[in-house]
């Protein structure tokens, strides 16, 4: 594109065409120099195409296109731009139309202008340009209508005609029938079709105001208003710029997936049909909005949040874009009826050919309406910086922790995290913070709709907060709802679990855990389970253990998703032990999933003299206890850095993990884990890191790594 532009831009501009029709507001540009820049430019790439290609001191060796691509691109790219120009020169009425080269010097430099200001798709600029380029040899409306017309030609109907095929595709045919096109294009099209509902419905507003904001088409009005009377008109255009205005606001909520959205937006989208009929039988506009609507009809299950809209975060680029479009009509209504003198009667003069005071109303309207759900926005209760948890915050966890299959819900009873509950309180999610992390721990805890619903109330919290959501040690469950939020999947390691049902020490496979565990039998060792109820008479037998590992270890109790030695905690489970005749040797917490689901440990330490197998014995018998009791797995946890990648076209997060797990003994024994767990033969899957990427990436490690660790200084210092 920007080739093409260059080529056929610095032609038109610097030879074609001498200049562009004085302007007061583009006094300064002169249209010649530009041109010779913009072949400047291009010249200077091809050179630098030609150098890159000939060297042989670039490291790693950059394969740039030829000359002779290069020149094919030009080709396909001002062929696009000519038949873009074409489409709205077509539309520009023919007695005050320029040239089509001086129209085409406009227009690239309309372009150039767009692209340059950032504005999404140049919304608003390039109109603007194009107004007070040609705004004296046009007439604004018929310029307005053209522009408006070559918009929806050009950018709406090629994608909601992408658009419709795809709810076609799924509706109809239905991807149940096609596993391996679904697998392959579900990922695309779920983050796809919300973010391109949104756009469209943030351009079915901006349609709808722009048309309040200009005439209707000539002769139209007349033969409406034979069929309705005068007041229905007048209601049908104020309520048409007021749908627009709700427009723009439901877009963002179509982008967030918020459900309250999508059946609003598709309401108002038919309302706004009909009142584009009522209005001034502008029948293209009402084809436009029906279209929009039967391109979001059948994807109602992308929409799927039970949030509240008003409670929705509009981000500074979102706030510009409506500002943008409601300056925009505005703009076009000061055009459009530049030649009627302003007096205070307007606003109250209502007639057939009253159209100046129809589009003043409607645009006050909107604005009013906008105004209205800004002040509810900043009327709502600020939020405040949540709390450790309080004991009745961990009294209404406990009901749901002990409903979850998964045994990481335990987590929470340990009251070193925070909790955020989802509105009908049957899930909650725990975190963290460091710096500018807020850290959850996990995935959501609870019913699978409440959750998915709590994952983005979290990034809703932390978007108030201005701090970076981030999702530590999740699994497979709700992956699909991390990159709906715009996050990063970072593989962490693999989760290593054992499937007891099918877990028989009596054979070849496991032959060292058996030996281990008639080796200390002999020995007069035992196991134990100790139930929860009599833990607390265990306690100082406990503490000893810990405080002689943490020596031997010479290191300290970590927090966050490490275990800590803390009485009150521990004498919520039961406590495995390994005994000989006069002592404790070893112990660790156990903790159930509901259902008999899952199994698992938490804390686990032992005497610096413990025999060796020690913790072979413990878990080997804790398994085959677990097998007897009906539990389906056991959880050993994640095997940190395990799986990744460290092939040449991995994800450099991948490779530089692999060299830390091969090389990085010296600090932890990542290892010497994997192969502890692999002993009892687990099935392994992955753990995962969402955040946000990019630079925020080694921010978002050093934070996680720091709330373990107990702050900065405890993470170079055991």
Known sequence: FWVALAALGGLVLSLLVPGVAPSPYLHFISTRALGVSLLVALAAY??????LRRSTRVHPPIEPPSVTMTFAQIGIGTTDLLLMGSVLYVLLPAASAPSYPEFLAVFLLALILGIVSQVPGGLGVFEGSLLAMLGARIP?????????????????????AAIVLIAVREGVHGLDRAPLLRSRLGAWVRELVPQALAITTLVGGAVLLFSGATPSTRGRLSWLHHV????????????????????????????????????????????GALLSIAKGFDYEEAILLALMAAALAPCRRYFYREASLLGDRFTVEWIATILVVMIGSAWLATFAFKHVEYSHELWWAFALRAEAPRSMRAIVGAIALLVIVAIARLLRPAVRRAPRPLPADIERARPIVERSPNTHAYLALRGDKSLLFSERGNA??????AAQSWIALGDPVGPPDEARELAWQFRDLCDRHGARAVFFEVGLAYLDVYLDLNLQLHK????ARVDLRTFDIHGARHRDLRQASSRLARKGYRFELVS?????????????????????????????SNASFEPRYLSQFPIALVRDNTKVIAFANVLRGAAHTELSVD?????????????????????????????????????PLSGLAERGGAPLWHRAGALIYQHGEHFYNFQGLRRFKGKFDPQWSPRYLACAGGIALPYVLLDVASLIAGGVKGIVAK
């Open 46 to 51: 091809l050179v630098a195409l030609t150098a």
């Open 140 to 160: 604004p409306p018929e310029l307005a209508a053209a522009l408006l017309m070559f918009r929806a030609i050009y950018y709406l109907l090629p994608l909601i």
């Open 228 to 271: 309705l009377p005068l007041p229905v008109i007048e209601t049908s255009h104020f309520l048409g710029s007021l749908v627009g205005a709700a427009l723009l606001v439901l877009a963002r909520g179509l982008q967030r997936r918020l459900d309250a959205a999508y059946g609003l937006s598709l309401a108002l989208l038919l309302a």
């Open 428 to 433: 909650f999610l725990m975190y963290g913070r």
């Open 492 to 495: 962490l390691g693999e989760e």
């Open 532 to 560: 929860n109820e009599n833990t607390a008479g265990l306690v100082p037998a406990l503490a000893e253990i810990s405080e002689a590992w943490l020596t031997q270890k010479a290191t300290r109790e970590k927090g966050f």
């Open 603 to 639: 804390l686990m330490r032992h005497r610096p003299d413990a025999p060796n197998g020690t913790m072979d014995f413990l878990f080997t018998e804790l398994l085959m206890w677990g097998k007897a009791q009906g539990y389906s797995w056991f959880n050993f946890g994640m095997a």
